[in-house]
């Protein structure tokens, strides 16, 4: 399984920005799929998930109302929609799959077996 991640950049707070990753290797609509992110110096934090339908999505607290998660199986890629980014959100972006099938979501980064190049996001002040 390979993961691509793309879309990252420069933005100013208040901005947005929309993050891709383009999955291939196996069937994609089977997985759920994640994104996550890490600042320097700290450890990797679970940012959303969503199902491998498409259906329910999760977001973490910190990031809820600004950001939304998608998915276009046709297109073998989920999304990451950024808005109102502000300067803690800047970090280094990955977008993950398990390895087993599973209809719910999974929040752990343990649950994770497959990981993207990671995308950096930096919001400026």
């Known amino acids: 399984v390979q993961l691509q991640a793309s879309g990252g950049g420069l933005v100013q707070a208040g901005g947005s920005l929309r993050l891709s990753c383009v999955a291939s290797?196996?069937?994609?609509?089977?997985?759920?799929m994640g994104w996550f992110r890490q600042a320097p110096g700290k450890e990797r934090e679970f940012v959303a998930a969503?199902?491998?339908?498409?259906?329910?999505?999760y977001s973490a607290e910190s990031v809820k109302g600004r950001f939304t998660i998608s998915r276009d199986n046709a297109k073998n890629t989920v999304y990451l929609q950024m808005n109102s980014l502000k300067p803690e959100d800047t970090a280094v972006y990955y977008c993950?799959?398990?390895?087993?099938?599973?209809?719910?979501?999974?929040?752990?980064?343990?649950?994770?077996?497959?990981w993207g190049q990671g995308t950096q996001v930096t919001v400026s002040s």
């Open positions: 290797g196996r069937t994609f609509s089977r997985y759920a």
């Open positions: 993950a799959a398990p390895s087993a099938m599973f209809s719910g979501i999974y929040y752990g980064a343990s649950d994770y077996d497959y």
């Open positions: 969503v199902t491998w339908a498409g259906d329910s999505t």
